[in-house]
Every structure is written in structure tokens, then in C-alpha cells.
């Protein structure tokens, strides 16, 4: 009896927390520096760290996701990164992004003696920390 218990709250915990792939029409932008983190990573990324029980409670139709990843290799070898994410409005008719941020979480780290390869991780690495700060915020 115990261990139906324990699988039953298991499933149910794993249920309130599934990932799945956004919507087909979720409007996720990207305004990232390209050496440092690909648009199609970038989106995947978000798509990745946006549970699907916020697409329910922030319909698709009605909310957007826009991240942002700046910085790079400084001359001596020091790899800065500064991550955003933000979640829009979009607009009724039109379905494009209204700069009006429902929320916004930015991630930002520094690491010395880096390489390119490096910068890159670390950059995807903010990203998904920044989108994790939007969603806790948002969802509990």
C-alpha cells in the first residue's frame, strides 16, 4: 500500500514539472550575438527551460519570450557574458512582440584565461539560467 503511495506522489510530482516542446505557434526571438550563441541554440535553449504548465497559465497566443546574449573575448583572454530574457506581450491581431516586459531576469558571468569554445558554453549556460530566473518567477 505504502509503495502504490509513494509511485502515485512520484508521478504527480513529475507531472507538475513536465518540459515539453513549446507551442507550435509560441513566439520565441532571439537578439543574440552570433559568435556567441546561435539563434536556433538560443531558441532551443528557451524552448528547453519553459515548462509546458506556463504555456497553460501564459497562453502562446497571448505571451512571447525575446532572450539576449551579449559580450565576448576581451584582450586578455577574459570571457564576459551578460544574459536576458524577457517575456512580452504580443499583440492581438498581428502576433509580434510589444516591448511592454511581463518580466525580465538577466544572468551575467566573467571567466578569466577562456577560450572561444569556452565563451560559447558559458554563454549558453546564462541563457538557460536567465530563462530558469523568468519561469521561477512566473510559475511556482
Partial sequence: MKTRNLLAGAALLLATHTFAAPPAKAVLLDFSRPALIDTAVARATMAEGIPDKLWRVYPASKWGFVSQVEGGMMANGTCVVTARVMMVALTPTLKVAIFRPRQIATAFDAVPSSNAEQCR????????????????????
Fill in 121 to 140: 558554453e558559458l554563454a549558453k549556460t546564462k541563457l538557460t539560467e536567465a530563462t530558469q530566473s523568468v519561469i521561477s518567477s512566473l510559475v511556482n
